[in-house]
């Protein structure tokens, strides 16, 4: 039975992970939509509770700086997939780059 009741806990974690998450400043006029995932590293200490922001770009157009958030669950954990939408009033084009960073805000080792 406390098999049982532990695997179904774990189950549940499970779907908090799983799912993309829309980013807070979509619009709903926008048309064009972009799924980002971000791939955590494997190492220690490679997630990160620090607010991770973004533009992209492409040959068009390239975003403001926009920012990864999930207030239902944690981000950015050690060996995680993240998936996020985006959307945007028109087209970026072909795409060049991602340019991604943290601000440090996280505590300790789960800063950087």
């Known amino acids: 039975m406390i098999l049982l009741f532990y695997a179904r806990f774990y189950d549940k974690k499970d779907l908090e992970k799983l799912g993309v998450t829309p980013l807070i400043d979509n619009k709903k006029s926008d048309e064009y939509f972009y799924q980002i995932l971000v791939f955590t590293g494997q190492r220690k200490d490679a997630g990160t509770e620090s607010k991770v922001h973004f533009v992209l770009s492409g040959e068009k157009d390239q975003t403001n700086i926009r920012t990864f958030s999930n207030s239902n669950r944690k981000m950015f954990q050690r ?30 080792s789960s800063a950087s």
Not at 82 to 95: E, I, Q, R, T
């Open 79 to 108: 060996g995680g997939i993240d998936a996020f939408v985006m959307s945007v009033p028109k087209s970026l084009g072909l795409l060049n780059y991602l340019r991604i960073w943290h601000d440090n805000s996280g505590v300790d």
